[in-house]
């Protein structure tokens, strides 16, 4: 039962105790009178009867809906009038009980004030009836009797005003109990939510550390496997030719393939520790050279004085011009290079240019995808272009600001 006028809401276990105690002191009360007046029987049971149908009426279709509601009020005025016609009829006073009936269901439906109302018409009533009884009789033993029948009207009422509160707390408390289960429901679905996005988020941690380490080693390796090929291939050239120099295209083959393990050692050292790049100008340089000396390669380049780059910006740049250059030597049969690095107001600028064969369409590969990966995740821009018989260009734009060290 939810009765919005009273603030009060019942379970259904305490709304059938309510329910019963009623129905009992209906029948203790009838009992009562009947023995004292059985020369009255059926009169008290068509009166009670009519009582018990306006009870169970307000209670099991009124109370059931707040729309009808102040028809209750309206039915209390009815059972006043059947109760007053019983004790009326009764003079043993026991049909006074039918009147805490009332004062129970008022307290638990309606408001406190409605209550009281209910409580001090049924004692004005039943005062009435005491005056009638007692007028020949003497006024102070009225008196006396009507102060008794004022207590037990006001402890009737202060203890439902009691009870009333004891059930609103215990009501309030059950509320909270649902609510705290639902919101125990909603935490451990919420846990379980953030338990599958830690996984997940575990696995794809797993999986850009996976890719972070090959991409290095790719980019590491890649271009001294490149070189070393290079050797090789001008060193079977040269075997019948000229056997010494030939010999020392495979000496250095050997020795790159030797800096190819070093460098996979470093790497790794490298993911370990999180060491910055060394020296990024002479790298560049050192990587240019190289190519030079080993692949009969032609570079023409210019790196500009550049101010102090985020240790992960060197990183990107400098494996950007391994790839690139590694590209062109193997898929695009490049023998020429020109390279410029510089900066402008709040850019650092990549130009890359080779004599290749170029391509129509160009798939970039693991290299380059991940070259572009890197410079995105430093908030940079690339561009790839590329064309038949005209090589292949590589432009890269960082921005000059530094760039935290967890970026990428």
């Known amino acids: 039962m939810n009765l919005s006028q009273a603030n009060l809401t019942t379970d259904e276990k305490t709304e059938t105790t309510i329910t019963r105690l009623l129905y009992l002191i209906v029948l203790i009360g009838i009992v009562l009178v009947i023995a004292k007046n059985p020369e009255k029987c059926w009169l008290f049971l068509f009166l009670v009867g009519l009582l018990v149908i306006s009870v169970t009426v307000r209670r099991a279709i009124i109370y059931d809906s707040t729309r009808y509601l102040y028809l209750g009020k309206f039915d209390f005025i009815l059972d006043l009038l059947l109760i007053f ?146 050797e090789l291939e001008a060193g079977g050239r040269l075997v019948s030719v000229d056997p010494t120099i030939a010999a020392d295209k495979m000496k250095l083959a050997k020795n790159q393939i030797r800096k190819g393990l070093n460098d996979i050692r470093s790497s790794v050292e490298t993911l370990n520790s999180g060491n910055e790049m060394l020296d990024f100008i002479s790298s560049m340089k050192s990587l240019i050279h190289e190519t030079m000396f080993h692949g009969n390669i032609h570079f023409r380049y210019q790196i500009d004085e550049l101010p102090q780059l985020a240790p992960k910006q060197e990183k990107a740049l400098y494996h950007a011009l391994q790839e690139g250059i590694t590209n062109g030597i193997r898929h695009g049969k490049s023998t020429a290079f020109v390279f410029n690095l510089k900066r402008t107001e709040k850019w650092i600028e990549f130009f890359l240019q080779d004599n290749g064969s170029g391509t129509e369409k160009l798939v970039p590969g693991f290299g380059l995808t991940t070259m572009e990966e890197r410079i995105k995740e430093l908030g940079g821009i690339f561009s790839i272009d590329s064309k038949p018989g005209e090589g292949c260009l590589i432009r890269i734009s960082l921005p000059l600001q530094e760039v935290p060290d967890d970026a990428g």
């Open 85 to 230: 016609a019983l004790e009326y009829n009764d003079r043993s006073f026991f049909a006074y009980l039918f009147y805490l009936v009332l004062i129970i269901d008022a307290a638990l439906t309606y408001s406190t004030v409605f209550t009281g109302v209910i409580t001090l018409a049924g004692f004005v009533l039943h005062g009435f009836e005491r005056y009638t009884l007692f007028q020949q009789a003497n006024f102070n033993s009225f008196i006396s009797h009507l102060l008794m029948d004022f207590l037990i009207f006001l402890g009737a009422y202060i203890l439902m005003i009691f009870i009333r509160y004891q059930i609103q707390q215990k009501e309030h408390l059950r509320q909270v109990m649902i609510e705290l289960k639902i919101k125990s429901k909603e935490l451990e679905k919420t846990y379980q939510k953030l338990k599958e996005t830690s996984m997940e988020l575990e696995d794809i941690t797993v999986l850009r550390e996976r890719n972070r380490i090959a991409r290095e080693i790719h980019d590491t390796v890649g271009h001294t496997l490149t070189t070393v090929l290079l």
